[in-house]
């Protein structure tokens, strides 16, 4: 596992990182979550052997980072901000300077390298330099770099920026299949990328540890979290149907987005008013055109969390 205790970085009066303590288990894809500068970079940084900590502590797999750092960075596959390489380098050359980098030698290297290339889709862009690739693809090359030795840890930062929504699609498909026999931290700052990669978040903010938890746990503690919305057939009625809406025991109140003609009914605690909101629907006539429950939304937790409502 990756095993972090008290871990800081002080630049200067400027603390970056403020005593951190967590465990990473095999299995597990955790999300850094953070507004920016909040110190995830920082963070993946320590872990991954780039930063000295000014105090506390990491092992990766049972080294330490500090006095065993060849052994612990052979267990680490880390794509860092940027994704950095040489420029003049074709993709094929980077990634076989890798696989000599990594000791990647025998019958096993080109099988590795073509399996590679295939899970990336680089085949048709190996024989570029890659300062002349898009920035999405040079971020595959980043990626290939950082997989190409099998590790069991992955440090990834920000991993699927500059892709398009088909390429996003692809490398979380290809996280969620290596997460089954590795351990995975990934920094973003998409939502959506927690939701389709992460079965564990960290929020921090300004070096400090402010939720961990599973992204769904997290949802809960959405005001959104087992509210209703409603869209009608005939948008006039909505303030009628929002009068009535707030005199029941489940709801504790409601808003409407004028903009997009919904009515938003939120639960009083330990409530999901959907189906004394369909009763009575039923009752008065009412026609929906849409009606669903709310299962939270991470944006606004996250939100809540860092304070960004108050900013």
Known sequence: ?????GLTKKYGPLVAVNNLTFQVQPGEVLGFLGPNGAGKTTTMRLIAGFLTPTAGKVSVCGFDIETQATEAKRMIGYLPEGAPSYPEMTARSFLEFIADSRRIHGPNRLHRLNEVYRLLHLEHVLDQKIDTLSKGYTRRVGLAQAILHDPEVLILDEPTDGLDPNQKYEVR??????????????STHLLEEVDAVCNRAIIISDGQILADDTPKNLETRSKFYNAVSIKLSNPS???VVREAIDSLSEVANTEIDEHNNQLTAFPNKGKVPLEAITELGAAKGWQFSELHLESGRLDEVFRTITGGEAA
């Open 1 to 5: 596992m990756i095993n972090c205790q």
């Open 173 to 186: 498909k290809l996280i969620n299949k290596m997460s089954e026999s590795k351990i995975i931290i990934i």
């Open 237 to 239: 009625q909505l303030n």
